[in-house]
């Protein structure tokens, strides 16, 4: 009944607008994550999970991005759950810091989710990719401002068979602050064509400036300009480029594995490590279409 009150809930909102470890030795200060054997859907099904990456764009002076951010995370609280993986971009004329007073000063935009903005041809806030796919959706763009459009894409693709599986394991150096990453790609589909591997550094829960339009408050937040709103899911930087790298130039056989590591990507002092994880995507170089993704925290 609760489950059937929330959705009856959503659908009116959208009609209006992995066992891991901390190891102090052999090394101490270095925290080992190991890699993840298989995906865990709902806590107790064991099986492949066709994940979907949602990619957000927003700014901190965009008044109607707040909604749009709690509409999304109550989609995945609620009904995609873990299947669900939300990373905030800013970017735009909406994420443009202040350059005096008190408010807005952070800039939160980087040279990755800036070239995603202008490629995809975003041209506003908020708006919304999700698995950058551009056919359930035909009218040739990538990213949508519809909620109702975000569910039906989401649920068009949430039973889908997944093509490939990313597990992820992490060594992390506390004094030096440098992240290794680890990436394993087991292949459950014959692939062909080119696929790269990007690696997303997200920061979660980062108090700061935010303005809410006075017609579009979100819970536990009044409007106008919030000093200490929480900016969730943020996209920090990329690990290995905006691109990522060609981890499949013309085939991929199923029971394939592809291995990658990564090392010494150095962590910002100024992010809370706590915070932080690491989104993994295996995307079509031609379609730009995600195939699979994989999100994994830093720290246990």
Not at 104 to 129: E, S
Not at 233 to 245: D, K, P, S, V, Y
């Amino acid at each position: 009944m609760k489950t059937t009150k929330y959705i009856l809930f959503l659908t009116f909102s959208l009609l209006l607008l992995n066992a891991c470890d901390y190891v102090k030795q052999p090394f101490e200060n270095i925290i080992v994550s190991s890699p993840d054997t298989t995906d865990i859907f709902e806590d107790n099904d064991s099986i492949p999970v066709q994940r979907i990456l949602v990619e957000e764009f927003t700014g901190h002076t965009c008044g109607n991005c707040p909604e749009a951010a709690y509409i999304l995370d109550s989609l995945k609280k609620n009904i995609y759950k873990n299947q669900m993986i939300l990373v905030s971009i800013h970017a735009g004329f909406f994420a443009e810091p202040y350059t005096s007073g008190s408010k807005y000063l952070a800039d939160y935009r980087t040279p990755a989710g800036d070239t995603y903005f202008n490629d995809f041809n975003v041209g506003g806030t908020p708006k919304a990719m999700i698995n950058r796919n551009r056919s359930i959706i035909n009218n040739g763009n990538y990213a949508f401002t519809s909620p109702s459009q975000w569910n039906n894409v989401l649920n068009a693709l949430k039973d889908s068979t997944p093509s490939a599986q990313i597990l992820l394991s992490f060594m992390y150096d506390e004094n030096s602050r440098n992240l290794s990453t680890s990436v394993k790609i087991p292949v459950l589909k014959n692939l062909s064509g080119s696929y790269a591997l990007v690696l997303y550094l997200i920061e979660d829960d980062i108090i700061d400036w935010q303005k809410i339009y006075p017609n579009k408050p979100v819970p536990g937040y009044g409007t106008g300009d919030i000093e200490f709103y929480k900016h969730k899911h943020m996209l920090r930087a990329n690990i290995n480029g905006t691109w990522g790298e060609t981890v499949i130039t013309s085939t991929a056989a199923i029971g394939d594995t592809i291995t990658r590591n990564y090392s010494a990507f150095n962590i910002n002092s100024n992010w809370n490590i706590d915070n932080c994880y690491v989104v993994a995507y295996l995307y079509n170089t031609s379609t730009k279409e995600i195939i699979q993704s994989r999100e994994k925290k830093i720290k246990p």
